[in-house]
């Protein structure tokens, strides 16, 4: 697949901005040809030809008018990423290891399709354009996010509702799962808490849906400090998700949520309400471990006010953390795991959180 080197697309992504913001959605046009500047790697398989390019794009115009593309209404927006999702997943031109390469999804963005790029955010940013992330390679992709999607929540080709996960999650529920790499990099995880989500919506409604949905992925990233969920059997996992989402044993998924059950959903939103308790007694273990997590994180100039004194009330016995106090440590130690060098103490920390919140 051609690639477009980064400090090239950034020049283009301004170009392409301002030709948006003299003549509209209608001055932006891809290239006719392959720009000078494409690169291809310098080993591999056959270079894509361009019957297969203007296939690649020829597809995604089709699915973009289907779903109302150049009108503005941002009614169909989903339906387009939901539809586009299951085509560049399972493309054969995008089936390799080379669509891990940023520089490819660039320039899909820049020179291929950026007219649907810009009609995909375009409504959404009316003053200002897209975020240059939506053309540039990476995870924000207009075009890569959606095939991460697919790859991770396709209930695969036997399922007979194949991409229901992918049209059933909101937007914000599919970036909490794919916009994090130690959840969007487990196969297995990510589908399973997409589908613990459609269970949570049918029992809850979708209402509540982002605050249950926030609360778990916290529970479920602390976990996965320390134990790797994505080797759970396949129904233990389902149970232990659906405990994390609050899906009473044996409920019916057809029922819509009592009052009570809403409002414990809003208390779970509002981070001074949702206090879980941590033990008082405070190990010597305990202790010694948050104590090289300080230091280590002061070394690397991680630490910031807030982290240290939640160390610090950890240290002294604190009994009750709010969800931003415990998203602090979550964050410390995820940035911690990356560096290698206390993943001991990371995992006496978070074993902590974890027995704290009741997950066993």
Not at 49 to 55: G, Q, V
Not at 112 to 141: C, M, Q, T, V, Y
Request: charged residues 30%; contains cysteine.
């Amino acid at each position: 697949m051609p690639r477009l080197p980064k400090l090239v697309a950034d020049e283009l992504i301004e170009d392409l901005f301002e030709k948006w913001r003299e003549g509209g959605l209608e001055a932006i046009r891809p290239f006719s040809d392959l720009p000078e500047f494409i690169r291809f790697p310098a080993t591999g398989g056959r270079r894509a030809r361009e019957e297969d390019l203007n296939s690649l794009r020829a597809k995604i115009q089709q699915i973009a008018v289907e779903c109302g593309y150049p009108e503005e209404d941002k009614a169909n927006r989903p339906l387009f990423d939901a539809e586009l999702t299951a085509y560049l997943s399972t493309s054969d031109l995008l089936n390799s290891g080379e669509m891990l390469v940023d520089d490819v999804w660039a320039f899909i963005s820049c020179c291929l399709a950026p007219e649907f790029a810009f009609w995909r955010f375009d409504p959404s940013f009316r003053r200002s354009g897209p975020s240059s992330d939506r053309f540039a390679g990476g995870i924000r992709n207009t075009y890569q996010r959606l095939w991460m999607r697919g790859r991770v929540l396709d209930r695969r080709s036997k399922h007979p509702d194949r991409w229901g996960v992918v049209h059933s999650l909101t937007e914000d529920a599919l970036v909490q799962i794919t916009e994090r790499p130690s959840l969007g990099a487990d196969q297995k995880l990510s589908l399973a808490i997409g589908e613990a989500w459609v269970r949570a919506s049918k029992h809850f409604g979708r209402g509540p849906m982002e605050a249950i949905m926030r609360n778990a992925i916290l529970k479920i990233r602390i976990k996965s400090h320390i134990s790797l969920l994505g080797k759970l059997p396949d129904t233990k996992l389902a149970s232990l998700l659906d405990e994390y989402f609050g899906i009473p044993e044996a409920s019916d998924h057809s029922m819509k949520p009592s009052s009570d059950d809403h409002n414990k959903s809003s208390d779970e939103s509002n981070g001074e309400d949702n206090i879980d308790r941590l033990p008082v007694q405070v190990s010597d273990e305990l202790k010694n471990a948050v104590e090289r997590i300080e230091t280590r994180a002061r070394e690397l100039e991680l630490i910031t006010l807030d982290s240290s004194r939640t160390l610090r009330e950890i240290v002294q016995g604190v009994t009750e953390f709010s969800d931003d106090k415990r998203l602090v440590l979550v964050s410390l130690a995820d940035s911690l795991r990356q560096d290698g060098k206390e993943v001991e103490s990371v995992r006496i920390l978070l074993g902590h959180i974890v027995n704290g919140l009741d997950f066993y």
